[in-house]
């Protein structure tokens, strides 16, 4: 399994399913291995039962017993992804419940799609994983303002730098760089940075103009560090600040 901390487009790749009995779609999808998975979070939209709470605690009690991962799904919320031939099982169990609960609308309808998976399924072929005699290095991926915004989301939940990078294919140095605010960073990832480090990051942040003045960036690349010092509307305050305290 990759990327287990967000869906990036190397790692995770979504598509659709849809029964007749629904408008919402299920979403099974790919990893970079060729496993396949499918969303749990909107299984549970489909048989319209609300996944936060019972539900999601539910998943969380069978994650080893149904052999689950947690992730984020297309909308960036929380989910956990079920391995696709372990489904019809996993759709007895919790028509079980759900009939336990007295859901029963519920219920019908998973026990209409535990009926009709293995038809749903079968035109789903896994995509043969891409093999590679060159192993990239962690510190080539570019980055972006996704790796900026993900970077500071993860720190912020307590994750372990080193964890981090690994995930989103970064090295620990450019991480560190990425935080500090001394990355070379494009136009677009330069104002994640002031929304996000720039907002938290006091030794780097002291600009002129703060995150306003990063909206005049566009076209210009650089860490938020060299463009502070380059001068025009970004100027260091710190200093000065110092000297006249």
Not at 37 to 59: A, K, Q
Not at 113 to 138: C, D, E, F, H, Y
Not at 183 to 198: K, N, P, V
Not at 203 to 213: E, H, L, M, V, Y
């Amino acid at each position: 399994m990759t990327y287990q901390f967000h869906p990036l487009p190397e790692g995770l790749h979504y598509q659709p399913l849809r029964v007749d009995f629904s408008t919402r779609p299920m979403w099974y999808l790919h990893d970079g291995e060729g496993l396949q998975w499918i969303d749990l979070r909107s299984i549970f939209r489909v048989l319209v039962t609300s996944w936060p709470g019972r539900w999601r605690g539910y998943c969380e009690a069978k994650q080893s017993a149904w052999g689950l991962e947690p992730c984020f799904d297309r909308k960036h919320q929380e989910t956990m992804l079920a391995p696709l031939e372990r489904m019809p099982a996993i759709l007895g169990e919790i028509e079980a419940q759900l009939l336990r609960l007295g859901q029963s609308t519920a219920a019908r309808r998973a026990s209409m799609l535990r009926n009709r998976w293995r038809m749903l399924i079968s035109g789903l072929n896994a995509p043969t994983p891409i093999k590679s005699t060159r192993k990239r290095s962690a510190g080539r991926r570019k980055v972006n303002a996704f790796v900026v915004r993900q970077a500071f989301l993860l720190i912020g939940k307590g994750h372990k730098k080193t964890e981090i990078a690994r995930a989103l294919g970064i090295s620990d140095g450019a991480l560190r760089q990425v935080v500090a605010g001394t990355y070379s960073l494009d136009a677009e990832a330069t104002d994640a940075w002031w929304e996000t480090f720039g907002t938290k990051n006091t030794a780097t942040a002291c600009f002129d103009g703060g995150k306003p003045a990063a909206q005049g960036l566009q076209g210009i690349s650089g860490s938020p560090v060299e463009l502070a010092r380059s001068g025009g509307d970004l100027s260091v305050r710190c200093n000065a600040g110092a000297k006249h305290g």
